[in-house]
């Protein structure tokens, strides 16, 4: 009955193991998807600059051409 004892609280003590080990897993995904969506919200934000900048020089194009 003890031999029992032990093994079940061996494989207690293996799938804590596992579950932990998973948990941190997780927690480093989520670490890499909120860089992942910061690096995208930034290269966004770039772009949407870039935009408002060629619509400026558009602008001042077509300004340019009417005179």
């Not at 032990?6 to 890499?32: T, V």
């Not at 772009?47 to 602008?59: A, M, N, P, T």
């Amino acid at each position: 009955m003890k031999e029992l004892e032990l093994k079940m609280e061996q494989k207690d003590q293996q799938m804590q193991k596992y579950m932990e080990f998973a948990e941190k897993q997780m927690g480093d995904k989520d670490k890499q998807l909120e860089q992942y969506r910061e690096f995208a919200e930034k290269q966004m934000g770039d772009k949407d600059l870039e935009i408002e900048h060629l619509l400026k020089e558009i602008d001042n194009l077509k300004r340019l051409n009417s005179k």
